[in-house]
DNA sequence: CCACCGCATGACATCGCTGTCGGACTGAGC
DNA sequence: GCTCAGTCCGACAGCGATGTCATGCGGTGG
């Protein structure tokens, strides 16, 4: 392995030109340039990135923290910034949070320090743990917060609008004819569960529709499970709804589950809608009407926000709220409220 | 941060004396041992896995490549890998494959000379790419395949019997009286495709039984898209199958939504396996009759098996095949074959 | 002709850790 | 008292890159 040391020896000049040269610093002159970039050719030469680390006192990495798998929303977030990276010569690495913020603690303390990442990607729901965000902060690491609830006065934040979201998804039940909607509410420590519960709720005002009876809005989790016994919930009602919200894709599709095991047609007799267009969404029938949310963009606005903070060191204190655009996708799970 | 200087200097010893005693290493009298491990727990010293990493000349993660998270096959590896290497202590790091190999060279290489990864995990298909395993051998790239096609000898291999798998298959329907069945493939460039089609084959030579009618193998890839053309083919036929066995769950979820778009009712009118457990398999209505495999043992052992090559570097010549266990989870999408 | 300046470049130290080598000390044996 | 072996430990160098400072050079102005 061809090191700076070979290159400036065969190029005849001192290492740290040769390190000039990669970096585009200061002076060097055309020829010197020249030279050296023939070395390089010639050794087939790639800088260190370890030794390169521990000069900068920093891993050549963006961390990245990962929970549970389930649902989709984080691998495909994971990917989609794996692309980004690529795009922008960093690279990602994941640690493993599961659990309670007390138990990562430690591993997340080994991860700053022992692994040397100075900026960090959060996804929901740790975007918006404040203990995790202060310790971070106290070992100076960058962050980058994609879709925290409330946006974060010393992080970049890319954020999409919850609120708005739910309210079109209920406005396009409403324009199908359906009036009594349940809705299956997100996992609790998610804020992103109150804001959708939020938007729903408003949507009703904004109609000028009376306030939807509470008892139409259960508790979930995010997981098929919690999906499964929501639905279970709304559909053991005396008087259950012709259409059904859930908060995130997956229990959409355990609420298609149940429906279909009691023998409900979809979407005639029941509407559905998840939201996250998980590629379960299109995977099962019905199909899902849910919302998306545009996850290449996200995930490279967030490289870009962290390659201008690194640029610019003073771009921490006003860190930007950066809103990206969901729509609203309708497929075969939604339909016109039966009449009678 | 505390560098292995400052717990020297309180513990009074020299930094290599500090290094003996985090290394367990040599003769180090018990007393210093202590005053070291004190000097360490008061200064909250962490060990700058960079620098470690710079001297070892290898980065301090194994690498692992991650191509198309669909399908969560990939996913779900990561993850439990994840569980492991933090069990072990270790940390994995994830590279970008996407497209042909041509094109990752340079980003593998890359990889592993820049970003200095000695240890590899592969999972399918690239595991059974030969150019790229002989690319990882030339930078003494330490690789441990997760379920490759044909074993390799020089590198361990987590293997599972896919060709057995897919027998047990077609046994449980042949048992629930189903005598024509389809078979969607999977991706030709997986070998586990050809693996499972052959099974699919010598199940009806075990049991006696005429080589199966060659129509009722369809081309597939392992994406849903795939499953759903390779349905409609099946489907459309004169005198379609009682069932189809589809060589992964994201195929069979396309099945069992093609079928009932054509308002079959299943398992009744038609039964359909899957292969996998992926999520999506008990998360479909009717939830899927699959192939499950031991993933937690699979990448657990993985990263054992790199443990014992790190701690003895003879044991990649004589490299391991080590078998895991699968198992046929029957769900609610096969049941008896109609009368008739 | 000298003082001075700016440009291109190199020498050296350094990031944090660990392998190598050798030194200091202990105690046993003569 | 001296040697020798063994134990415990430290000085030093070096992994590969780069920041700091110094140096040599040619050119400009007085």
Redesign the interface.
Known sequence: ?ATIHDVALRAGVSPKTVSRVMNDHESVSAKTRERVRLAMQALDY??????R??RAQ????VGIL?GD??G?YQ??I??AL??AC?QNGR??????VEGDLAGWQD?I??FV????IREMVLLPPECDFAPLKALLREHDVRCVLISPTSPDSLSPSIVMDDRAAAREVVEHLFSLGHERIGHIAGHPDHAASTLRRNGFNEAYAAAGKPRPDPALIVPGDFS?KGGLAGAQALLDMDDPPTAIFAAND?MA??T???A??RGLKLPDDLSVVGFDDA??A????P?LTTIRQPFDQMTQRAITALNAWSANAALGKAAATILTQHSLVIRESTGPVRAG
């Not at 920093?58 to 990495?61: N, S």
């Not at 690279?91 to 493993?96: C, D, G, N, P, T």
């Not at 320090?113 to 040397?116: D, M, S, W, Y």
């Open positions: 392995m790639h800088p260190n990135a370890v030794a680390g521990l920093a891993a050549p990495a990962m798998p389930s989709g691998t495909r994971h990917h794996m692309v690529l690279h990602l690495s994941a640690e493993l591993r303390r080994a320090t022992e692994g040397g098929f997956d599709a355990a298609c589950m149940e279909q095991r590629p379960i299109a995977a099962i029938w199909s």
